[in-house]
């Protein structure tokens, strides 16, 4: 049986890749800072495990640890998905403060969570580390895609980024684990004020990136494929 960490699973993405991958029979742990009351918003969806974990605490994630290895000694997947979109003010107005928040959950968050979870990830089956990055990270796309041509935000694009480079370095220094990062791309949540592809669509790369055994790691992709960094 598959074993699966997720987390920023209370709404958006998160949510429902935690219900998809538990519907396929996985034990998903459903890490979210509050989890009161998740268990109805998540729906009935298999052996879904809600668990109280903030990315930004270290006290939290150890305790989240904990929480995981009372029911499991081993991950098979650790999905980092929690995510803040920071300050969309424009580029001269934004000043160094407005990327701690950012920085503190989009990239030192997967940092410490995959630091935490590495032991039990290791002894996992074929053990698969995904990244939630997104288009808005990739140099290539934001210097060429027309989306993106009249966009200029400085702290969530340079997150990404970094989380981007986080990915490859990761997979060079852990060949035993596939570690893959994934953009969703642009979808209808309340981080996006509901603009974009439906929810589903925007899940569907993280759910099959996370039951991939087989892909190179060290890859970027999205639901259509390879994706350019």
């Known amino acids: 049986m598959t ?29 979210v800072r509050r989890p009161e009351g998740l268990t109805s918003r998540l729906g009935d969806s298999g052996d879904l495990r809600p668990i109280a974990l903030d990315v930004t605490d270290d006290a939290s994630v150890a305790a989240a640890v904990s929480t995981v290895e009372e029911i499991t000694d081993e991950l098979d997947v650790v999905i980092n998905n929690a995510g803040v979109a920071g300050t969309w003010a424009p580029a001269a107005d934004v000043v160094p403060s407005d990327f701690a928040d950012v920085l503190a959950t989009n990239l030192l968050g997967p940092v410490r969570v995959t ?14 580390l995904v990244m939630v990055s997104s288009g808005m990270g990739s140099l290539t796309l934001q210097g060429n895609d027309s989306v993106y041509a009249d966009i200029a935000h400085l702290p969530y694009p340079a997150s990404k980024a970094a989380l981007n480079m986080l990915t490859v370095q990761y997979a060079k220094a852990l060949p035993e684990i596939l570690v893959t990062a994934v953009d969703p791309g642009l979808t209808a949540t309340d981080f996006t004020g509901a603009v974009g592809q439906t929810v589903a669509e925007g899940a569907q790369a993280v759910v099959s990136t996370a039951l991939d055994t087989t892909r190179p790691s060290g890859g970027f992709v999205d639901r259509y494929g390879t994706t350019p960094w």
């Open 115 to 128: 630091q935490a979870f590495l032991p039990l990830l290791r002894r996992g089956t074929k053990p698969r």
């Open 3 to 31: 074993t699966v960490l997720i987390t920023g699973a209370s709404r958006g993405i998160g949510a429902h890749v935690a219900r998809e991958l538990a519907d396929t029979g996985a034990t998903v742990f459903a890490g």
